[in-house]
């Protein structure tokens, strides 16, 4: 049923063609948002006016927008390949986990925006908004998650409850974390440096790379004879 082309030449069910049917137009237009964020955060580079055809020419005039693209190309591409994943891992879609998917897109719309602070105002002031950006859409995919986890029916019969879990659990730490930096430099106006910054995301990677190692672990242990 899951990741079928849509067709309506397919003899089938009703029940299963409304479950397909909703699963593909939802993968479709996740896809279509996903590749637009990418394309209208390309938009907003442009040449300088009266451009010499200098490097120095460029980047000192476009490097702002440059970074701003680079920020927002790697959120938009690490949320697609996460929302991929987890998508992957779904036998068919409800309305709960259509309008969460909804607020998810909703969320990833707004990256040109961020982009384009990051642009404007420069990464350590643009940096607080960026990460509570990010926060919002793994909350999202956590909310997805918890309620595929508490909708067995919606999960493919091969997903492992325990991986399942420990990942939603990571996803929602990073939420946390991300989240309450950003929030606290709102809060108190003060912009986040590429040293405070660093240390958020080796905090992040290291919960998840110690998720994944105890759980290779796990899986190791049980299949001992």
Sequence with gaps: MAGEPESLHIHEPLKARVERHDYDR???????VFAIAITLLALELRLPEHWDGSVESLMGTTGRPLIGYLFGFGLVGAFWFMHRRLFARLEQVDRIVTLLNLLLLGLVGLTPYVARMIAEAGPNRAMPFY??????????LTLIRGWAALSPRLLHSGVVRR???????STAIGAIALGAVGAWAI???????SQVMLGVI??????????ASRRASQTSSTSRP
């Excluded at 939802?26 to 279509?32: C, E, P, Q, V």
């Excluded at 080796?202 to 998720?211: D, P, Q, S």
């Design 187 to 193: 809060v108190e106006h003060r912009p986040i440096g």
């Design 202 to 211: 080796l905090v992040i990677v290291g919960g998840r790379k110690l998720t």
């Design 26 to 32: 939802l993968l479709m237009l996740s896809d279509g």
């Design 163 to 169: 991986d399942w879990m420990m990942d939603t659990a």
């Design 131 to 140: 990460l509570v950006a990010v926060a919002s859409v793994l909350a999202s």
